[in-house]
């Protein structure tokens, strides 16, 4: 370690040093910004040019010179600029920096006047930065993945593994490995199957993410003398203080009610952003004693205070804020830990415990139904657990403001459950390990099918088996809403459903085969259950399956548009796909076209037959309960957005869309929009952070506009960009519609 040298500075040194760096480097960050911004700095160095900019400052005062002919903020800036130089040689020197040569347009290398080559300096660019195409850099550098080096082939059981590995392989991914094994080059891979160069990417990354490449993992030991300690170490001037501690609900409450907790940092969210569903679950948790998600603090010292803001955790204290003080209470949906086991005590006369004749307390155990109830409401013992209840809290200290924001951003950086995904969280695991087996095991979805990976990790596989059970066992029953088809499912299908379900999905790949790409192309989630309705049917005529396929490559290139009755698929364009009518109209449809392609003529209808749907069938109950009015409305500032028992979340994005986009929008409207978004956003998009009702009433727009297509291409300019949202979801709603018309405006478009 060098030597450490102390600075002493006099009274007027110190108001000097005082005035510049009060407010955060104020004064001093408006004499660093002209320079920086004149050097083309990178963001991620700005924190180290007023580092800098600050060890300047104190030298400066020691060696002003008060008789000199200059103000002391001249002799200030002279000095930061001459630094700010000296970094800048040293950081961008042509001897520091990556070159490249220049090129004209025909990539003819550019030459000087003496005839030299011209050469450019070549900064450095994420790994993370985002292409036209919606990937990113990394996913376009040449894979250097090694079958032979992952699966270190030299064991005597390496044979019996890679043949496990191949097994679990759909075809593609299998002969991706054979060749790659073989050692062919990935162009002659490429033109050899005939896929193209994203197709290759996707089946590579998915071999690498196969489970069973573990069983060559299972040996590895980690030798950490391979590794070069001075390359982890990380400065204690580089890096964050903080602390992690164990904090009682009330203490926290009180420190928020005080101001010690400030809540209201520029960029943190509004509080009540909860579902009711969200806030009955997180009340029930607690009372229930089991760990929360932790509470994180930032530290920033402000006009000589100390405030600590809240970073994570704005919902869980408000929302315990809010039912502590009894203008919230518990309610039925998402309260599955409704009946809470507690405590009572025997009391004598003056309020004291009765001891028994070892001194133990004496009690009785009870049981608390907590749905309906506020908090003044609870036995006296689950106040306590309450008030008592312990969150895990993490603080740093003397942050910046671009430390916070960093903080505020790592920690929403996170994607919720989708419907696909809470939805399976709400059955039995029985029968999600029913319908995960077919997801996940039916060669059908790896061979035959139109499946990305986002497909595959949202979960849409899953509800695929899920809707396919309905159309082919309970049609009469169909839901348009994801969460009652996976309950009415998990209540109803049976063994018997599901391996007949299974069975004929294995047929189906059978038939398809490998040579049938183009109706591989007809698979996509969405349409498979109709597809699977379609095969069943046709499963009753005893005719080979070749004939299906055959029927399907008819389809793909000259049925598809082919009009009967008046009817034909884009007849069905402007209508909700999860629409009751709609699903077996389709249905309807294609098997008409089938029996006229291959010829099946009938002198009675089968029973099972999918009959026509009329518009008098009852709507299906949404939410399938009844919701109670809130007793006691909540009228301060703070909680204006709290969405009460008698608003659920989806009560919320219908008459947010209909207020401002399309008032004649709904609820089947809403779920097909929800399906739109979450097929062109990918899990980590920062779009999400906008909130759903906001970006389903653009979508709503851009339907009404005719423009859905231009808006996914919107969508996946927006995943460029790295967005915080503020204000109000109409604020941003018109912020961002604005937005899409500039984009269409910019491509040639004009919005009806």
């Not at 503020?726 to 018309?741: I, M």
Request: glycine fraction near 4%.
């Amino acid at each position: 370690m060098g030597k450490v040298e102390k600075i002493s500075l006099n009274e007027k040194q110190m108001e000097l040093v005082t005035y510049y760096s009060e407010n955060d480097m104020a004064r001093l960050k408006r004499i660093c910004n002209p320079i920086i911004n004149m050097k083309n700095v990178d963001q991620k160095d700005y924190d180290d040019l007023y580092s800098d900019a600050l060890k300047v400052l104190l030298e400066s005062v020691q060696t002003f010179d008060e008789t000199a002919d200059c103000s002391f903020n001249t002799f200030l800036t002279g000095n930061i600029k001459r630094s700010f130089y000296d970094w800048s040689r040293d950081q961008l020197t042509w001897k520091r920096c990556n070159l490249e040569y220049e090129t004209d347009e025909n990539g003819e290398i550019k030459k000087d006047k003496n005839g030299k080559p011209i050469k450019k300096k070549v900064y450095d660019v994420s790994m993370d930065v985002p292409l036209e195409d919606g990937s990113d850099l990394r996913e376009k550098i040449p894979s250097n993945f090694s079958v032979e080096t992952e699966l270190g082939l030299n064991g005597d059981d390496s044979v019996e593994k890679v043949n496990i590995l191949l097994d679990s392989m759909p075809r593609l991914q299998k002969r991706i490995t054979i060749l790659k094994m073989r050692k062919v080059p990935v162009e002659k891979i490429k033109k050899i199957l005939d896929i193209s160069q994203s197709d290759y990417e996707n089946a590579v990354e998915r071999i690498k993410r196969n489970e069973n490449m573990e069983m060559f993992l299972k040996d590895t030991k980690y030798n950490m003398e391979e590794y070069d300690m001075k390359d982890r170490v990380i400065a204690i001037s580089e890096s964050e203080d903080y602390r992690m501690d164990k904090l009682p609900m009330f203490t926290l409450l009180q420190q928020k009610k005080d101001g010690d907790i400030n809540c209201k940092y520029i960029l943190q969210r509004k509080p009540f952003q909860w579902s009711e569903e969200e806030a009955n679950r997180y009340f029930c948790r607690i009372l229930s004693s089991l760990p929360v998600p932790e509470i994180v603090l930032c530290e920033q010292k402000v006009k000589e205070l100390i405030i600590a803001y809240l970073i994570d955790g704005l919902q869980r204290l408000s929302y315990a804020e809010a039912f502590r003080n009894n203008r919230i209470k518990i309610g039925s949906v998402g309260a599955e830990r409704h009946l809470i086991e507690y405590r009572e005590y025997s009391l004598d006369e003056n309020g004291n415990r009765i001891l028994d004749d070892n001194g133990f307390p004496t009690y009785e155990l009870k049981i608390c139904d907590v749905i309906g109830k506020y908090y003044k409401d609870l036995p006296d013992e689950l106040k306590k657990r309450f008030d008592v209840f312990n969150f895990n809290v993490t603080k740093f200290f003397n942050c910046t403001d671009q430390q916070i924001a960093d903080h505020l951003r790592d920690y929403n950086n996170h994607s919720s459950m989708n419907k696909e995904q809470l939805g399976l969280t709400k059955i039995t695991t029985v029968t999600a390990g029913k319908i995960k087996k077919i997801s996940e095991k039916n060669m059908f979805f790896k061979n035959c099918c139109k499946i990305t990976t986002t497909n595959e990790t949202k979960g849409k596989l899953e509800r695929v088996v899920a809707e396919a059970i309905m159309l082919l066992f309970h049609k009469d029953d169909w839901k348009a809403k994801l969460e009652n088809a996976y309950k009415y499912v998990d209540e109803n299908a049976t063994d018997e459903e599901f391996e007949q379900l299974n069975s004929d999905l294995n047929r189906l790949e059978l038939a398809i085969g490998e040579n049938n790409k183009e109706v591989t192309k007809l698979f996509t989630p969405a349409a498979i259950p109709m597809w699977v309705a379609v095969f069943n049917e046709f499963t009753k005529y005893n005719i080979e399956d070749s004939r299906f396929v055959d029927f399907l490559n008819a389809y793909a290139t000259d049925l598809k548009d082919r009009t009967v009755d008046g009817v034909s698929m884009k007849t069905f364009k402007s209508e909700q796909s999860k629409k009751r009518t709609t699903i077996m109209g389709k249905i309807n449809l294609l098997v008409t076209l089938m029996k006229d392609y291959l010829h099946i003529e009938e002198v009675e209808e089968t029973e099972n037959t999918y009959e026509e749907v009329t518009n008098e069938e009852v709507t299906e109950n949404e939410n399938n309960t009844v919701k109670e009015t809130t007793e006691n409305n909540v009228t301060t500032e703070e909680t204006e957005s709290v969405v009460t028992e008698s608003q659920s979340e989806e009560d919320h994005e219908l008459q947010f869309v209909k207020e401002v986009a399309d008032p004649n929008v709904e609820q089947e409207d809403i779920e097909l929009y929800k399906d739109f978004i979450d097929d062109y956003l990918k899990l980590d998009s920062c779009v999400y952070k906008v909130g759903m009702p906001v970006l389903l009433a653009l979508m709503a727009y851009a339907c009404n506009a005719e423009k859905d297509e231009e808006f996914s291409e919107w969508l996946n300019e927006m995943e460029k960009q790295h967005r915080i949202f503020t204000g109000s979801e109409k604020d941003n709603y018109e912020k961002l519609k604005a937005e899409f018309l500039t984009f269409l405006d910019s491509h040639g478009n004009k919005a009806a």
